[in-house]
């Protein structure tokens, strides 16, 4: 089974500063996938990044990268130049990478980070 | 645009009675869609895997008489919270995934459920 740790469970940042939210996770599996997935106060998941485990490049998306560490089984995500639209619940989650190349596999969620972003 | 539609966004409801809840996968055919269950200020939980033409895969401790789950198409997944008790009052998420060369998870809206 997977699990997925995020030991922040609050965090804040003033708006143009960057803040990074840890995520860890544990797994037998050697192809997966890890996501960062942000729930603002709508409660729409959004995708914000996500992360192939075979790839060692770290992910980038405008200002949100990742710190894929997959030896010591670590996920963070840096928010650079916060803005007041980063208020959100962030959970880390990881999905098994299935071995056909195709089908539907679930995701196993951290327990989130609430992030506030100060004006 | 959504690809996942989920209907209601909010249902109140008397204890005793059973409340539908749909998920719609609008732009792919989906043989699997999830539901997950939300308590508030926590993260979202695998309730069940919905399997189109099959029974569906509950999770343990998950009540499979309680939440029925019904995949009929490859585009429409139902939840029914049967004989509903305010400890079922929660937001219910579903989602579908796609596993390609973008592989992401996809949510509907959510439907908060509060029995009274």
């Known amino acids: 089974a997977q699990t997925v740790t995020q030991s922040q469970p609050e965090m804040s940042v003033q708006e143009a500063e960057t803040v990074t939210l840890s995520c860890t996770y544990d797994?037998?599996?050697?192809?997966?996938?890890l996501f960062w997935y942000k729930q603002p106060p709508s409660r729409q998941m959004i995708l914000v990044i996500r992360?192939?485990?075979?790839?060692?490049q770290n992910a980038t998306e405008n200002r949100f990268s990742v710190n894929f560490q997959k030896a010591a089984k670590s996920f963070s995500l840096k928010i650079s130049d916060s803005q007041l639209g980063d208020t959100a619940m962030y959970f880390c989650?990881?999905?098994?990478?299935?071995?056909?190349?195709?089908?539907?596999?679930?995701?196993?969620f951290g327990k989130g980070t609430k992030l506030s972003v100060i004006p | 645009g959504a690809v996942v539609s989920q209907h209601p966004s909010w249902v109140i409801c008397k204890s005793g009675t059973s409340v539908k809840i749909e998920c719609r996968s609008l732009?792919?055919?989906?043989?699997?869609m999830f539901w997950y269950r939300q308590f508030p200020k926590q993260s979202l939980m695998l309730m069940a895997t919905?399997?189109?033409?099959?029974?569906?895969?509950?999770e343990q401790g998950v009540e499979k008489d309680k939440f029925l789950i019904n995949h009929a198409s490859l585009t429409l997944s139902t939840l029914t919270v049967t004989s509903a008790h305010p400890e079922d009052s929660s937001f219910y998420i579903c989602?579908?995934?796609?596993?390609?060369?973008?592989?992401?998870?996809?949510f509907g809206q959510g439907t908060r459920l509060t029995v009274v």
């Open positions: 989650a990881f999905m098994i990478r299935p071995y056909s190349g195709a089908g539907s596999y679930q995701l196993t």
């Open positions: 797994t037998s599996e050697n192809n997966y996938y």
């Open positions: 919905s399997n189109e033409g099959s029974k569906a895969t509950y």
């Open positions: 989602s579908r995934s796609r596993v390609a060369v973008n592989t992401e998870a996809f």
């Open positions: 992360q192939e485990a075979y790839k060692q």
């Open positions: 732009d792919f055919q989906a043989t699997t």
